[in-house]
């Protein structure tokens, strides 16, 4: 895409963090904002942050598991703004817990229902009309590091992120074979200062019983918040969404230093070497 100026983006996760950031990089390009997101306080506080900034925004509290609550978010943005051009499936949470703990169930679907089929709703409820409407458009799905390598104690996020990239890859491709004008990208930040390890502040109350309801289990959970602290800052992330749409790039790795294992791990697989205790951790 060219030109954002007067253009509608819809971004889930959008009342913090990095979808926080992107609704403030589009809307500093000149595009209307639609911001769903299942946090009402930090959705109120959001809208009025970026009305005051001057931008066209709405908002619908949305739990983006529930495909009829997406297509009510795409209903409110087209009725407020028309055609939607850039659709942000953003909203994701941290959680897991090891893999053969039998008694994290419910929190492995949790995690997997947000971060993988809230992607794969967002993608089939807003691209039909995305793809009809034949204005220039883009799909930016965001993933992790964790979608390029697997961390311990991590699975349930891992397993969706690699899913948000095999997507994302799909789609890129069968817009391609289309014809269609829909850009594709994909973010892939490895630590980003926001929320992300205070995930449980959504959590559905009874699943908070469940041994590995923090985003990670035992002594990783506070290694997790200092780095996720220590992380870069969401603008920083956004100005490269920002780019990576006018300039339809597929990939935003954000994190320069986290490349080598990307590469690392290639190797291992071709040259047939199992996994060892390396990787984005
Ligand atoms: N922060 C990091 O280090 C990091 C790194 C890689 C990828 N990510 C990804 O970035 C995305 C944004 O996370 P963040 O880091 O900004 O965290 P965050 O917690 O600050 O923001 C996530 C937003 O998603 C919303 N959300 C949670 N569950 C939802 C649901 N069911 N329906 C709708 N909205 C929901 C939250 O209310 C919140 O506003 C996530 O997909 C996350 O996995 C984050």
């Known amino acids: 895409m060219e ?128 793809i ?12 992790s590091m964790a979608g390029h390598g697997s961390a311990p104690f991590m699975g349930a996020y891992s397993v969706a992120k690699y899913g948000v990239v095999a997507l994302s890859e799909t789609l890129t491709k069968e817009m391609q074979i289309a014809g269609n004008d829909v850009g594709v990208s994909v973010l892939c930040p490895a630590f980003v200062a926001t929320g992300i390890a205070k995930s449980d502040r959504n959590m559905p109350d009874d699943l908070r019983s469940e041994p590995a309801s923090t985003p990670v289990s035992g002594g990783m959970q506070s290694m997790i918040e200092s780095l996720v602290a220590n992380g870069i800052a969401t603008n920083v992330v956004a100005d490269a969404v920002h780019d990576a749409v006018i300039e339809n790039k597929f990939w935003i790795l954000t994190h320069d230093e986290t490349k080598p294992g990307v590469l690392e791990r290639a190797q291992q697989i071709v040259d047939g070497l199992n996994p060892g205790l390396g990787g984005f951790l």
């Open 3 to 130: 030109n954002l100026n007067g253009k509608t983006a819809v971004i889930t996760g959008g009342a913090s963090g990095i979808g926080l950031a992107m609704a403030h990089r589009f809307g500093a390009a000149g595009m209307n904002l639609v911001i769903g997101d299942i946090e009402v306080p930090a959705m109120e506080s959001a809208v009025t942050e970026l009305t005051a900034s001057g931008y066209q925004v709405v908002s619908l509290q949305v739990d983006v598991r529930d495909i009829e609550q997406q297509r009510e978010l795409e209903r409110i943005a087209i009725e407020a703004f028309g055609n939607i051009h850039v659709l942000c499936n953003n909203a994701g949470v941290g959680a897991g817990g090891p893999v053969a703990d039998p008694d994290n169930l419910e929190v492995w679907r949790w995690t997997i229902d947000i971060d993988l089929w809230g992607v794969i709703y967002g993608c089939k409820v807003f691209l039909p009309a995305m």
């Open 132 to 143: 009809a409407h034949g204005e220039p458009c883009h799909v930016v799905n965001t993933a």
